[in-house]
């Protein structure tokens, strides 16, 4: 998705003209451009006057009251998710989205920071807009040094500045030469003097459009290669889609646990899975009571004590050759994650989430016993999803595999990468280790290099390196020095770790220094989709593990 944010600079009261404009200068340039404005603040719907600009609809506007009333919900997350729906509603049947800002009000102290994330979210190119007044040239270099400065952490392309308003004498002095003075080089895309004498918003973005000069914005535009959006919001944004789409059928054997309930009643109402509660209906139905839960009619229910004996001989059947008897099967039916497990062996459910209460084993060892790993697997592992600012990343494996030989460490390295395509994101491996390249040796440095090279073996197409130390493998300027010809160092999107300790050790500092979103673990290898939770899990936290697990399943029966 190719996007241009304007962001405001200054007390400019209204952006609409010189985003209008701006549409209207990239469309004379055979560009197929869309238009929206997220949020309005204004008295003016944005999209009627876009409508009477260009005789076309563009996507109504959140309004600022609405926006007010998620942020004091303590729901910052649903305004970036409606803002997504808005902007991927704008790209259909374009190349460029345009994306208008939020205009600053002592009343809303946090537009700015709004602006910010929407610009962060989309990872657009961003084009600063004000109204300059009497303001010098300089002047206006010393302002945009400080918007500058504040977009600098998001790494987004600055594509240019215009300048709107502009009293005559400033247009006309020696300055016109455009040499603004800021701490990095930013393109003039326009210095429009200001015409007190137009008076139709269409005259107005016609004056606006005869001065824009877009060429450098053109040229950045028609050179960019279009990768899936993975920033924090779009990555959830595109989960939640992708668990619509998918439409499985998620088995939860701690029904009556709080969260994961509220997880259940989430994903039902939002479309994301079927849930099936797995539990008594008296207790559940209590547990909703006592946390103000209102059941609807549609959320399914199923008591073990209702459905566990169609499973024995399931059991019996899968388990005989290691002793089952039909006695001991009915006993262990009566285990809620065993019964789950055996749902989904049975194909009457479509994947299973646990461990809220229950430890990973519990979790993991049913679905061993009862479900094996896949056809292309010798191993299960797990991965957590890091959300980072410029995109999501993937860590293996933080959960399961203590000491992982080599042959095991490649085979997660392809678990992994095949999971990050999974979810959109461009799998390029970074086999981690203490050492890069040849500089280092060492028993523990040489089973990386031997688990990189039957990785690569057998997936010649995946873009795989290592061993590699983390900063190489993560951050562009030490993967250059390091390793100047690889594919992966500097740009690394999959980071395999060696062994469990340093994987988990890895993936908590990372998760708690950054202050960043991570889920997981996932697991994967499995014949059929399971997942474990952290007994500490949040609401948050187990409905995108439902997604997820949504997700796989329906990409297993591909």
């Not at 996007?3 to 209204?14: A, D, R």
């Not at 009343?107 to 910010?116: A, C, G, Q, V």
């Not at 003075?181 to 973005?205: H, M």
């Not at 095949?418 to 040796?441: C, L, Q, W």
Request: with cysteine; glycine share 6%; net charge negative.
């Amino acid at each position: 998705m190719k996007t241009l944010f304007v962001s405001p600079i200054g007390q400019i009261t209204h952006l609409y003209p010189i985003t209008f404009a701006l549409v209207k200068a990239l469309r004379a340039e055979g560009l197929k451009v869309g238009y929206i404005k997220p949020i309005s603040q204004t008295h003016h719907d944005t999209a009627v006057l876009y409508k009477y600009v260009f005789d076309e609809t563009a996507p109504i506007s959140l309004n600022m009251n609405e926006v007010e009333a998620l942020i004091l919900k303590d729901d910052y997350d649903t305004i970036l998710e409606k803002s997504i729906e808005l902007v991927v509603d704008a790209q259909k049947n374009h190349d460029v989205v345009v994306i208008e800002g939020v205009e600053f009000n002592a009343r809303n102290p946090f537009t700015e920071k709004l602006n910010l994330d929407l610009a962060s979210t989309f990872q657009s190119g961003v084009i600063f807009a004000g109204n300059a007044g009497h303001n010098s040239l300089c002047e206006i270099g010393e302002y945009l040094n400080l918007y500058i400065k504040r977009f600098a952490p998001l790494k987004n392309w600055i594509a240019g500045y215009i300048a709107n308003k502009m009293a005559d004498q400033v247009l006309t002095t020696e300055e016109m030469a455009c040499q603004i003075l800021t701490d990095q080089s930013i393109a003039c895309l326009g210095l429009i003097e200001d015409n007190p004498a137009l008076t139709d918003v269409k005259d107005v973005v016609r004056f606006i459009e005869g001065h824009l000069q877009l060429h450098s914005v053109i040229a950045h535009l028609n050179a960019m290669v279009e990768h899936p959006i993975t920033t924090p919001a779009f990555f959830k944004y595109r989960l939640m889609e992708k668990a619509r789409e998918a439409n499985q059928r998620i088995v939860l054997p701690e029904g009556d646990e709080p969260r994961t309930l509220k997880a259940a009643l989430i994903c039902h109402e939002r479309q994301l899975a079927q849930c099936v509660l797995l539990g008594e209906r008296a207790k559940i139905e209590a547990v909703a009571a006592k946390e103000g839960l209102t059941l609807p009619e549609s959320l399914e229910i199923v008591e073990p004590l209702n459905v566990c004996d169609q499973y024995v001989d399931t059991l019996v059947k899968l388990r005989q050759h290691k002793g089952m008897t039909e006695e001991k099967a009915k006993e262990q039916v009566k285990d809620s994650v065993v019964l789950g497990t055996l749902m989904l062996a049975n194909d009457d459910v479509d994947g299973l989430v646990s461990g809220a209460v229950h430890t990973t084993a519990d979790t993991i060892r049913p679905a061993l016993q009862l479900l094996g790993t896949d056809q292309n697997s010798s191993i299960v592992s797990s991965i957590f999803f890091m959300l980072m600012p410029e995109g999501a990343h993937v860590y293996g494996d933080c959960a399961v595999n203590p000491n992982p030989t080599p042959e095991q460490l490649a085979n997660i390295a392809i678990q992994s990468a095949n999971s990050a395509k999974a979810f959109d994101i461009e799998p390029r491996v970074a086999m981690i280790s203490y050492s890069t390249g040849s500089s280092g040796s060492g028993v523990d440095v040489e089973a990386v290099a031997e688990a990189t090279k039957i990785a690569q073996t057998q997936a010649p197409d995946l873009m795989i390196d290592g061993p590699i130390q983390f900063d190489a493998a993560y951050v562009p300027s030490v993967g250059k020095q390091k390793l100047p010809n690889s594919p992966v160092a500097g740009r690394a999107t999959v980071f395999i770790f060696p062994d469990l300790n340093t994987g988990n050790t890895t993936y908590k500092a990372v998760q708690r220094s950054a202050n960043l979103i991570s889920i997981g673990p996932v697991l994967q290898g499995l014949a059929k989709p399971v997942n474990d939770l952290s007994r500490g899990a949040l609401v948050e936290d187990i409905v995108y593990t439902i997604a997820i697990t949504a997700v796989q399943a329906a990409q297993q029966k591909k």
